[in-house]
């Protein structure tokens, strides 16, 4: 009867201890189980739960502290119904071996006095986090249920401080991600509040080092030449002697290396190689002993800098403050873009109000280049159908005229956006050399979302990566934002043509009255003057007869007389029609200049060459005025060829212009007298048949510019001369 009793005393105990082993349990999978309140009393459940499991006995739990090698007062727990002395030793024993220790097994037991005293270890990880511990009056061993028992009692107790232990960590993880967090924000908000990069750079490096804990830190940016690094900004505290001068990138040096391999390092002990032989000292007065720096990468690829932090501890910077590095240099790229890009902006506007278009596009296609990281950047204008080159920058050779259906610019157009092209060869049909590209961007030139396209703006790179351009918006963005400057440039040019025709037109108008009223009148008096000559060889004839019949030669001279007269006052008439009101009317081009051809008695020793004229669209104009300007520009050409050379003489009907072509193989004209001789008082080589009224070519010009056209000249100064005249077609009038 006394085993049954004792039996069932064992079930009962293990019963309990089995239902205290499911509380505890609960316990620990119940929501915010691992806070340290809730670890303290699911300690004190494993606690009470062993205490009932050995009722006579001493229960302790202790959380180990490796930072102190002992036992954490706040987290130790004691049940019993006697209080014993405390077998720290085994305790740690049972930590370091990471064992159950039982006294009654110890060969040599350290605490002598004590009866009985098993401490089994607190496992968390593989690492010691504690002991349970319990030790009985009677020196007696535990059965092996009720070492069973306990173990599963102390694999709970280490489940729960894991638990707790895990999530403190991700709660300081968390709080250092919300701190991390602001100071980013912070970043972002210096960036859009600051102008001036060097203030916002120091203050991303000032909040760089307040959140990593480092003491000195600089920023050192690439200069254009992309060999040197150049401080930008610098803290620290006691700096004597910083080493700010420009740092060769190829140097041996911790930025010098991040800058070749563009990768971030983290450096616990500079005094270890292969850092200890290649380290720069940020100052030569002070010892460091860690390294944090980070490479600045734009969305481009292109490397802008580098950010470093130093601090005299050992170990001072973990993988945790590289990240954030690497996203405050993120940050700081940003700022550097942005600053870079305003820059840009600025130039390009004061370029627009002080500089002619080509001037405006050259240094486009260089910014292009510039902020893109591009090896060659282009602008091409529509014309005709086509795309011609406007201006273009860098190592890779662009093609002069382009098919706008296969190219990548032609695309860009036709699509009315950006378009990109990645792969050796088919990624640059714009190029002459295509295998040299691997990688292109082309956007349409659009001054206004709803005017058609007038060119595009390409950028193309040779470099590593050949899909960057794809990836990254902020390209496109970039050189949308120089095409519309570039379309303005076309635009302003188109308008400052149109408006300085219009000046040229109105002054012409404004001097051909004062000369047409002086010309007039003179031409007037002329004729009254020369028309009394014809009256009195009449009466000459008829008072002397008899005279003039008796001699031959008086008769024939005042016959001569009397012709040169006569064709003084048609030349006269035929020169106050050209004074007159021009009346306009549908004008054939080619029987225009076959008048001209006719009337200019060009020598046989001239070659003229006449083609295309006959499919042009008639113009708007006077028959007589345009022979007039042919005649001249005829003249003026066997004159400057003394004679002997060639004529050709062509024309082209594009958008509502017919344009005449006059090409000489004559000496040309310098370049300086282009505009010059289209000038009243120029007095020139030609001007001996330039006119019969002896205007030369300003005649020209200002019969051209009373029809509504103009005339432009194109010489080198040696091989002959070329004079381009434009007027309305009928249609365009």
């Given amino acids: 009867m006394s085993s049954d009793r004792e039996i069932t005393s064992i079930d009962t105990r293990v019963t309990q201890a089995l239902a205290d082993l499911n509380r505890v349990g609960e316990a620990i999978n119940r929501p915010g189980a691992g806070d340290s309140l809730r670890l303290a009393d699911i300690l004190r459940l494993i606690v009470k739960g062993a205490a009932r499991l050995i009722p006579e006995g001493q ?95 102390a694999n709970l107790a280490g489940t729960a401080m894991l638990q707790s232990r895990s999530l403190a960590s991700v709660h300081r993880d968390l709080a250092r991600k919300d701190e991390e967090l602001k100071q980013l924000r912070r970043t972002g908000l210096l960036i859009s509040s600051r102008l001036r990069l060097e203030e916002t750079l120091e203050a991303i490096l000032q909040m760089a080092l307040e959140v990593t804990n480092a003491q000195y830190g600089i920023f050192r940016l690439m200069d254009k030449t992309g060999q040197f690094l150049i401080t930008r900004a610098i803290a620290g505290e006691q700096l004597a002697r910083p080493m700010i001068e420009a740092l060769p990138n190829d140097t041996h040096s911790v930025m010098g290396w991040v800058a070749r391999t563009r990768q ?37 690829g292109r490397l802008e800098g580098v950010l470093n932090l130093e601090s005299p501890r050992v170990g001072a910077f973990t993988e945790q403050d590289s990240h954030l590095l690497q996203a405050m240099a993120t940050q700081a790229v940003i700022a550097i873009q942005e600053a870079r890009l305003l820059d ?54 662009p093609r002069e005229n382009l098919a706008v259906e296969d190219s990548l ?81 076309v635009q302003s040019t188109a308008r400052q043509e149109a408006l300085r025709s219009a000046q040229e037109q109105r002054a012409v108008a404004e001097t051909f009255a004062v000369i047409g009223d002086i010309a007039a009148n003179v031409l ?23 005279a003039l019949e008796s001699n031959p030669y008086l008769a024939s001279n005042l016959n001569e007389i009397e012709r040169s007269a ?44 006449i083609e295309t004229l006959t499919t042009l669209p008639p113009v708007l104009a006077g028959q007589r005025t345009l022979t007039l300007v042919f005649t001249n520009l005829l003249s003026n050409a066997a004159d400057a060829m003394r004679g002997l050379g060639s004529i050709s003489i062509s024309g ?80 365009n009038r």
């Avoid at 380290?279 to 969305?299: G, K, N």
Wanted: charged share 20%.
């Fill in 524 to 546: 007037h008096h002329l004729n009254n003057k020369v028309g009394t000559i014809p009256v009195r060889i009449q009466g000459v004839r008829d008072k002397a007869r008899p």
């Fill in 409 to 489: 610019a032609g695309k860009a157009i036709g699509a009315r956006g950006a378009k990109t092209a990645v792969g050796t060869g088919q990624a640059c049909p714009d190029l002459v050399r295509p295998e040299d590209c691997s990688s292109a961007l082309a956007v349409p030139l659009l001054a206004g979302d709803t005017s058609d396209p007038v060119g595009a703006f390409s950028v193309y790179s040779s470099g590593v990566e050949p899909g960057r351009f794809a990836e990254s918006e902020w390209d496109i963005k970039v050189l949308t934002c120089l095409a519309y400057y570039a379309a303005l440039a």
């Fill in 59 to 153: 229960v302790v739990i202790a959380a180990y502290d490796p930072a102190v090698s002992g036992f954490d007062a706040d987290l130790t727990i004691t049940a019993g119904s006697w209080e014993s002395p405390r077998p720290e030793s085994l305790y740690l024993r049972a930590i370091e071996e990471r064992r159950t220790i039982l006294s009654w097994e110890e060969p040599n037991p350290e605490e002598s006095d004590l009866s009985s005293s098993a401490c089994l270890p607190l496992l968390a990880g593989g690492q010691g986090v504690g002991i349970l511990s319990v030790t009985l009056p009677e020196k007696r061993p535990l059965d092996g249920v009720d070492l069973l028992l306990l173990a599963n009692f």
């Fill in 652 to 731: 082209t009907a594009v958008d509502g212009w017919v344009e005449i072509i006059l090409s000489d193989s004559g000496p040309g004209i310098a370049p300086e007298l282009h505009d010059r001789i289209f000038e009243l008082n120029y007095s020139g080589r030609g001007q001996a048949r330039g006119s019969r009224l002896g205007f030369g070519l300003w005649w020209v010009k200002t019969l051209m510019a009373r029809l509504g056209g103009s005339v432009t000249v194109e010489s080198d100064g040696v091989h002959g001369a070329t004079f381009r005249l434009k007027l309305p077609a009928v249609e």
């Fill in 264 to 300: 971030p390092v983290c450096i616990a002990d500079l005094h270890e190689e292969p850092w200890r032989s290649v380290y720069y000292p940020l100052d030569a007065a002070l010892e460091m002993r860690a390294e944090l720096a980070v490479p600045l990468i734009s969305a481009s």
């Fill in 344 to 397: 840009v902006l600025q130039e390009v506007a004061q370029l627009l109000l002080t500089q002619p278009g080509h001037k405006v596009h050259k240094r486009l296609v260089e910014l292009a280049c510039d902020l893109l990281n591009g090896d060659t950047s282009a602008i091409w204008i529509l014309k005709n159908g086509q795309l011609v080159l406007q201006a273009a920058s860098g190592s890779l050779q």
């Fill in 566 to 609: 006569n064709e003084a006052m048609a030349a006269v008439r035929e020169n106050l029609s050209h004074l007159r009101p021009i009346n306009l009317a549908e004008v054939d081009v080619a029987s225009s200049i076959n008048a001209a051809v006719e009337a200019a008695r060009l020598p046989v020793s001239i070659q003229l060459r």
